[in-house]
Nanobody
Framework: EVQLQASGGGLVQAGGSLRLSCAASGFSFSDYSTGWFRQAPGKEREGISWISSSTGSTYYVDSVKGRFTVSSDNAKNTVYLQMNSLKPEDTAVYYC????????????????????WGQGTLVTVSS
């Protein structure tokens, strides 16, 4: 059974850091690419970052560039999103998603590209 398990969310003060994890079971991240999405209250879900675990290629939307870092540990079959210098506007439910393609078609990533989704983890940044 294919599953993605996102974790690591929580409450943090503005300027703080969190690291989100996305653990996969039932498939190997090394054969997939992974996107991170977030959905803030009252807003649509948006793609914010992407990584190809096979090539190491990454993408960041402008609003997180320079503050967030996506990485992949193929041995642990886990993708991470290190989030630094967090702002209140980063408050959202964060989701990871896996795509069988190792290429990113849309910039920023679009939901329809991705085949498997994790359940989401809540990040709350207080001012």
């Amino acid at each position: 059974e294919v599953q993605l398990q996102a974790s690591g969310g929580g409450l943090v003060q503005a300027g703080g850091s969190l690291r989100l994890s996305c653990a996969a079971s039932g498939f190997s991240f090394s054969d997939y690419s992974t996107g991170w999405f977030r959905q803030a209250p009252g807003k649509e879900r948006e793609g914010i970052s992407w990584i190809s675990s096979s090539t190491g290629s990454t993408y960041y939307v402008d609003s997180v560039k320079g503050r967030f870092t996506v990485s992949s540990d193929n041995a642990k079959n886990t993708v991470y999103l290190q989030m630094n210098s967090l702002k209140p506007e980063d408050t959202a439910v964060y989701y990871c998603a896996a795509d069988r393609s190792t290429l990113l078609t849309y910039y920023p990533p679009r939901e329809e590209e991705f085949d498997y989704w994790g359940q989401g983890t809540l990040v709350t940044v207080s001012s």
